[in-house]
C-alpha cells in the first residue's frame, strides 16, 4: 500500500509544477507540430505546448491539425501521441472534429470537470486513428494513457505501447492503449506483466478509475498485452480517412 501510495502522489502532482519530460526527436512524419513539452503557464490550462494559442474561453487554437498532427504508428512499437488532458487535473479537454483546437467538453452549458479524482496519467489520442463503430468503436481516434509525469496540453510526443484496457462505455467499445515515454519515470516498462511487477497497484489504479469516474455505464473487460494493442492501432490506423470522422 505504501507503495502505491507514492504512486499516486507521483502523477496526481499538479502539472504547473511537474517538471516537463526531456524533449523527444520529432518522428519524420509530423506536419507543423513540433514534437515538444515546452510549457507556459495559462489560465485556461495549467501547462501548454507550443503551438496553441488562446482562442475563446475554454479554448486553445492549434497551429496544425491535431488529428493529423504525426502517423499513428513511429516504429515498430512506439506510437505519436496527442496530450489532451494533463495528469492530475480534472477539466475534460476534446479535440475539435476539425483538429484545430482543443476545448473543454461542456455540459448543459457548463464546462466540464471530473467529479472525482483528477486523471491518474495523462489522456489523450494517437493522430491518425479511427475506431470505427462498424468494428464496435465510437468512432473517434483511439484513445491513449500515457503513465509519468503531467504533460502539457497540446503536446505531441512519442511513446512505447505497454498493453491496452479493454473497456466498455454504453455497450460501446473504448479501448484505452496504455504506454510510457522512454527516459520519464515509469519509462523502463515495455509490457502489461513489467508494470505489474515493477509499479503494482497502477493496473489496479487505472482499471477502477475508468470503471468509476464516469459513474454506471463504464464496464472493464480486462487488459491485454503489448501485442494486441499494437494490433488495434494498426487496424485503426488503416481505417482513418481523414479528420471530419471526430
Same mark, same amino acid.
Given at each position: 500500500?505504501? %507503495?502505491?501510495?507514492?504512486?499516486?502522489?507521483?502523477?496526481?502532482?499538479?502539472?504547473? %509544477?511537474?517538471?516537463?519530460?526531456?524533449?523527444?526527436?520529432?518522428?519524420?512524419?509530423?506536419?507543423?507540430?513540433?514534437?515538444?513539452?515546452?510549457?507556459?503557464?495559462?489560465?485556461?490550462?495549467?501547462?501548454?505546448?507550443?503551438?496553441? $494559442?488562446?482562442?475563446?474561453?475554454?479554448?486553445?487554437?492549434?497551429? *496544425?491539425?491535431?488529428?493529423?498532427?504525426?502517423?499513428?504508428?513511429?516504429? %515498430? *512499437?512506439?506510437?505519436?501521441?496527442?496530450?489532451?488532458?494533463?495528469?492530475?487535473?480534472?477539466?475534460?479537454?476534446?479535440?475539435?472534429?476539425?483538429?484545430?483546437?482543443?476545448?473543454?467538453?461542456?455540459?448543459?452549458?457548463?464546462?466540464?470537470?471530473?467529479?472525482? #479524482?483528477?486523471?491518474?496519467?495523462?489522456?489523450?489520442? &494517437?493522430?491518425?486513428?479511427?475506431?470505427?463503430?462498424?468494428?464496435?468503436? +465510437?468512432?473517434?481516434?483511439?484513445?491513449?494513457? #500515457?503513465?509519468?509525469?503531467?504533460?502539457?496540453?497540446?503536446?505531441?510526443?512519442?511513446?512505447?505501447?505497454?498493453?491496452?484496457?479493454? #473497456?466498455?462505455?454504453?455497450?460501446?467499445? +473504448?479501448?484505452?492503449?496504455?504506454?510510457?515515454?522512454?527516459?520519464?519515470?515509469?519509462?523502463?516498462?515495455?509490457?502489461? +506483466?513489467?508494470? $505489474?511487477?515493477?509499479?503494482?497497484?497502477?493496473?489496479? &489504479?487505472?482499471?477502477?478509475?475508468?470503471?468509476?469516474?464516469?459513474?454506471?455505464?463504464?464496464? %472493464?473487460?480486462?487488459?491485454?498485452?503489448?501485442?494486441?494493442?499494437?494490433?488495434?492501432?494498426?487496424?485503426?490506423?488503416?481505417?482513418?480517412?481523414?479528420?471530419?470522422?471526430?
Amino acid at each position: 500500500m505504501r %507503495s502505491v501510495f507514492w504512486m499516486l502522489v507521483l502523477v496526481w502532482a499538479p502539472c504547473a %509544477s511537474a517538471s516537463p519530460p526531456p524533449a523527444v526527436a520529432p518522428s519524420s512524419g509530423t506536419r507543423g507540430l513540433p514534437q515538444t513539452d515546452t510549457v507556459r503557464v495559462d489560465p485556461l490550462c495549467p501547462a501548454v505546448a507550443d503551438g496553441l $494559442q488562446p482562442q475563446a474561453p475554454d479554448t486553445l487554437a492549434a497551429g *496544425t491539425n491535431l488529428l493529423e498532427a504525426a502517423p499513428a504508428t513511429a516504429g %515498430s *512499437t512506439a506510437v505519436n501521441a496527442v496530450v489532451e488532458i494533463p495528469a492530475g487535473t480534472a477539466d475534460k479537454w476534446e479535440v475539435a472534429e476539425t483538429g484545430r483546437a482543443l476545448a473543454i467538453e461542456r455540459e448543459a452549458g457548463r464546462r466540464r470537470r471530473i467529479n472525482y #479524482l483528477p486523471y491518474p496519467a495523462n489522456y489523450g489520442f &494517437i493522430p491518425q486513428t479511427r475506431l470505427e463503430t462498424e468494428a464496435g468503436g +465510437d468512432g473517434d481516434p483511439v484513445d491513449l494513457v #500515457l503513465l509519468g509525469p503531467a504533460t502539457p496540453c497540446g503536446a505531441v510526443v512519442r511513446a512505447r505501447i505497454v498493453g491496452v484496457l479493454r #473497456l466498455i462505455d454504453d455497450e460501446e467499445r +473504448d479501448d484505452k492503449i496504455l504506454a510510457v515515454r522512454p527516459g520519464a519515470p515509469l519509462g523502463d516498462v515495455r509490457s502489461i +506483466d513489467g508494470l $505489474q511487477d515493477r509499479y503494482p497497484g497502477v493496473l489496479e &489504479i487505472l482499471e477502477t478509475w475508468f470503471v468509476r469516474y464516469e459513474g454506471p455505464g463504464n464496464r %472493464s473487460r480486462g487488459f491485454g498485452d503489448a501485442t494486441a494493442a499494437r494490433a488495434l492501432v494498426r487496424e485503426a490506423a488503416r481505417r482513418y480517412t481523414g479528420p471530419a470522422g471526430r
